[in-house]
């Protein structure tokens, strides 16, 4: 029986997909996998991998059905004991799967490992996190503040990865679905992605939840990929902004511990807030696009 099933997700990123399975292929190095890519409704001709990669089992939706229904459909056919799940904009490093492996099956107490994430430039990406609070919408991994001081107090708070020494392993709050590796073993007591998150947070939601159950979420930087981030995203900014701060709103009001004489109170501050963040995101990147084609 093999040991690892692959899951991709992908929607109008093929160009990416072509080149990441041809890295997985690369740095199998003997384990025999199989790999389930569900294609919610491209229109770059995802056949072109069916000619390329006949091995890999591809499912194709008749319509853009969201990130995480999308990973379950593949769940529902998989049945490794591991499962690694990966955006199709990710080139594996050699050893990766290797790694992972080794270090799940002594770490019995496991369910979700995160490797080291790299740009396209080989700059650490924040993939390991903490779980957010009303300070993560202005000092997040993406924020603007971030990025101007990305060694402050409260984002090095939020994303963990710097704190990770000398490569060893680190236990988080979550880590990053662009790529993970999964204990089937926890996926049967916890259940899959919660299908409500359209794309962005059902990660984190998966950690959570996991977490609750006793199992570790752990930061692996022994491993690592490289994520040319956004890939999708980018061709669809205004959908992409409101799907992430939607499934940010509901990521709050399920895991929040309301009162009920506070609930409405609290819901309304987090609607408001989260809504005041995505027009000046919207604003700020629409505004940076204008200058781009100014000059």
Same mark, same amino acid.
């Not at 049945?79 to 199709?88: E, H, L, Q, T």
């Not at 490992?113 to 650490?124: A, E, H, Q, R, T």
């Given at each position: 029986?093999?040991?690892?099933?692959?899951?991709?997700?992908?929607?109008?990123?093929?160009?990416?997909?072509?080149?990441?399975?041809?890295?997985?292929?690369?740095?199998?190095?003997?384990?025999?996998?199989?790999?389930?890519?569900?294609?919610?409704?491209?229109?770059?001709?995802?056949?072109?991998?069916?000619?390329?990669?006949?091995?890999?089992?591809?499912?194709?939706?008749?319509?853009? =059905?969201?990130? *995480?229904?999308?990973?379950?459909?593949?769940?529902?056919?998989?049945?490794?004991?591991?499962?690694?799940?990966?955006?199709?904009?990710?080139?594996?490093?050699?050893?990766?799967?290797?790694?992972?492996?080794?270090?799940?099956?002594?770490?019995?107490?496991?369910?979700?490992?995160?490797?080291?994430?790299?740009?396209?430039?080989?700059?650490?990406?924040?993939?390991?996190?903490?779980?957010?609070?009303?300070?993560?919408?202005?000092?997040?991994?993406?924020?603007?503040?971030?990025?101007? =001081?990305?060694?402050?107090?409260?984002?090095?708070?939020?994303? =963990?990865?710097?704190?990770?020494?000398?490569?060893?392993? =680190?236990?988080?709050?979550?880590?990053?679905? *662009?790529?993970?590796?999964?204990?089937?073993?926890?996926?049967?007591?916890?259940?899959?992605?919660?299908?409500?998150?359209?794309?962005?947070?059902?990660?984190?939601?998966?950690?959570?939840?996991?977490?609750?159950?006793?199992?570790?979420?752990?930061?692996?930087?022994?491993?690592?990929?490289?994520?040319?981030?956004?890939?999708?995203?980018?061709?669809?900014?205004?959908?992409?902004?409101?799907?992430?701060?939607?499934?940010?709103?509901?990521?709050?009001?399920?895991?929040?511990?309301?009162?009920?004489?506070?609930?409405?109170?609290?819901?309304?501050?987090?609607?408001?807030?989260?809504?005041?963040?995505?027009?000046?995101?919207?604003?700020?990147?629409?505004?940076?696009?204008?200058?781009?084609?100014?000059?």
């Amino acid at each position: 029986m093999h040991e690892l099933d692959i899951i991709i997700v992908n929607y109008n990123s093929t160009d990416y997909l072509l080149d990441c399975l041809g890295s997985i292929y690369k740095s199998l190095e003997g384990h025999s996998v199989k790999i389930f890519v569900a294609d919610n409704a491209s229109s770059d001709n995802i056949d072109r991998i069916v000619i390329e990669f006949p091995d890999v089992l591809l499912l194709k939706n008749k319509q853009n =059905l969201g990130y *995480a229904k999308a990973v379950n459909e593949c769940l529902s056919l998989s049945s490794a004991p591991f499962v690694s799940i990966m955006n199709p904009d990710i080139l594996i490093n050699k050893g990766c799967f290797q790694s992972i492996l080794s270090f799940m099956r002594i770490k019995n107490d496991i369910a979700i490992v995160g490797p080291k994430i790299l740009d396209g430039n080989n700059s650490i990406q924040g993939s390991a996190r903490a779980f957010p609070t009303p300070l993560t919408a202005i000092f997040g991994r993406s924020s603007i503040l971030t990025k101007i =001081l990305p060694n402050n107090r409260i984002s090095s708070k939020n994303i =963990l990865t710097g704190t990770a020494v000398d490569n060893r392993s =680190l236990d988080v709050d979550w880590v990053s679905g *662009a790529f993970m590796f999964v204990r089937r073993k926890a996926i049967n007591q916890i259940g899959p992605m919660d299908d409500r998150f359209f794309m962005y947070w059902e990660d984190a939601d998966w950690c959570k939840r996991m977490s609750k159950a006793g199992w570790r979420i752990v930061y692996y930087p022994l491993a690592s990929v490289i994520h040319y981030a956004g890939c999708s995203s980018e061709r669809s900014l205004m959908k992409s902004l409101f799907e992430f701060h939607k499934s940010a709103y509901y990521f709050y009001c399920k895991h929040h511990d309301f009162s009920e004489t506070n609930q409405f109170l609290w819901k309304s501050l987090c609607l408001w807030g989260l809504s005041l963040r995505f027009y000046s995101v919207l604003g700020v990147k629409a505004l940076a696009r204008w200058c781009g084609r100014r000059i």
